[in-house]
Nanobody, 120 residues
């Protein structure tokens, strides 16, 4: 019952920057964490960065120092600022959210993804 819509993907040269945005709507009450994942052909979806409602962040080692995740709780949005992009960052990027549905249960939601292509 949570809908996630990503935007901001595109084509950029190596060393450039992009900012991805994700808007959450629906039953947003109870969302504790949001994040970004990415997937390339032949590989499993991997975590890029996550952020809790309190602002705690985690990053994949491959993007730490280059990417920054942020969240605007009032606007129900999460962002991923990507700097110093590398060709290996090329992937479909997916927005993710976790919503608590019980004491120990949660639901996970995914956006449809946005393509990021980094050229050499």
């Amino acid at each position: 019952q949570v809908q996630l819509v990503e935007s901001g993907g595109g084509l950029v040269q190596a060393g450039g920057s992009l900012r991805l945005s994700c808007a959450a709507s629906g039953s947003i009450f109870g969302i504790n964490a949001m994040g970004w994942y990415r997937q390339t052909p032949g590989k499993q979806r991997e975590l890029v960065a996550t952020i809790t409602s309190g602002g705690s962040t985690n990053y994949a080692d491959s993007v730490k120092g280059r990417f920054t995740i942020s969240r605007d709780n009032a606007r129900n949005m999460v962002y991923l600022q990507m700097n110093s992009l590398k060709p290996e960052d090329t992937a479909v990027y997916y927005c993710n959210a976790h919503r608590r549905t019980g004491v120990v249960t949660t639901n996970t939601y995914w956006g449809q993804g946005t393509q990021v292509t980094v050229s050499s």
